[in-house]
């Protein structure tokens, strides 16, 4: 599968955006799929998943309750609703889908990942 990530951008402190994952295949709706974030200098950290059913979602302490994973299977596309930016949430933003074999299994490891999309810039000025 092929991912590409859009929907960054430059927003002020408190400000939204909505960050898309499109994914090229029939395959979609077969995968875990995750929402990771880089910040210069940092190594990259888990922010978001969620289960092919969408049913099951994680996210990390930094944006629970903040941001929103979703998807919608019939348009082959993830979305990340982010809301209350903050600078610390500027980073370069990665898509990421998981073939694990399990149903309820959802990983937040970058590792368990197998497709990478290429990544939105992000930039929450204060």
């Known amino acids: 599968v092929q991912l590409q990530a859009f929907g960054g951008g430059l927003v002020q402190t408190g400000g939204s955006l909505r960050l898309s994952c499109a994914a090229s295949?029939?395959?979609?709706?077969?995968?875990?799929m995750g929402w990771f974030r880089q910040a210069p200098g940092k190594e990259r950290e888990f922010v978001a998943a969620?289960?092919?059913?969408?049913?099951?979602?994680y996210y990390s302490d930094s944006v629970k309750g903040r941001f929103t994973i979703s998807r919608d299977n019939a348009k082959n596309t993830m979305y990340l609703q982010m809301n209350s930016l903050k600078p610390e949430d500027t980073a370069v933003y990665y898509c990421?889908?998981?073939?694990?074999?399990?149903?309820?299994?959802?990983?937040?490891?970058?590792?368990?990942?197998?497709?990478w999309g290429q990544g939105t810039e992000v930039t929450v000025s204060s």
């Open positions: 990421a889908a998981d073939m694990s074999p399990s149903m309820f299994e959802v990983r937040r490891g970058a590792h368990d990942y197998d497709y």
């Open positions: 295949g029939r395959t979609f709706s077969r995968y875990h």
């Open positions: 969620i289960s092919w059913s969408g049913i099951i979602t």
